[in-house]
Each structure stands twice: as C-alpha cells, then as structure tokens.
C-alpha cells in the first residue's frame, strides 16, 4: 500500500467560532476558515504535505452532530498529560484521564465544546 488508510477526517460542530477557539486555544493550532459551499462551513486544521497523519476539518451543517458515539480521531500531541492540564480551562471535559497503552504511549479521552468525544495521544505521558 502506498498511502495511509485514513486521508481525511471532519468533526462535527454546532458553534464553528466557539470550536474553532476550542482548538486552537487547546492545541495551539491555527485553523483555516473555508467560505460556506453548499450549505457546509469549514475551519480546515493545519496539513503539512508528505507527512504523517490525516488532514481534516471541523464542519457546520446539515447531517453533522457532534457525538461520543462512533470513530474517534486522535490527536498527536508532545504530551499526553500538559494537553490534559488545558482541557477544562478551554471549555472541554476530560472523559478519560491520561492512559498507559502498554507499549504504544498514552492517551486521553476528551470532550470538546460541541459535545464531541475525542483523544489525544503521545509516547511521552
């Protein structure tokens, strides 16, 4: 195989602006605001080409709830444990605290503002 199986991920939200300080005040990221086409906004997360992961988006529109059921997207972070310090001061829940995989780092459970379930992941705790 010649590529990753995953290439793109969209998380649903209810209040674009309010997820989109969510993210960036959580990861420190800076997000892309698309125009609304067909009736769908979105904020694209940060993609570098040619690296690891898959590129997304937070989306606002008609099909999209924000869940805890179904995938989850993790998100890599440097560590597990200072991302968690951050959660609830942004406005998130923490659902699982920080998680020894046995082997393959740890991870988190979190809740963004939307009510979306989501994770963090680092080989470092």
Do not use: C
Not at 26 to 34: H, K, V
């Amino acid at each position: 195989m010649e590529y990753n199986p995953v290439g793109w991920f969209e998380i649903p939200v209810i209040d674009l602006q309010r997820a989109m300080k969510f993210y960036t005040d959580l990861f420190g990221y800076t997000l892309d605001l698309q125009p609304e086409k067909s009736g769908f906004t979105m904020a694209w997360f940060p993609m570098v080409d040619k690296m690891m992961g898959a590129a997304g988006t937070l989306i606002l529109g008609e099909g999209y709830t924000p869940s805890h059921e179904g995938s989850m997207v993790y998100f890599s972070v440097p560590s597990v444990q200072e991302t968690l310090t951050r959660v609830e001061g942004v406005g998130g829940k923490i659902l699982m605290p920080k998680t020894d995989t046995g082997g393959h780092g740890f991870f988190a459970w979190v809740e963004d503002t939307e009510g979306n379930r989501i994770a963090i992941h680092s080989m470092q705790g």
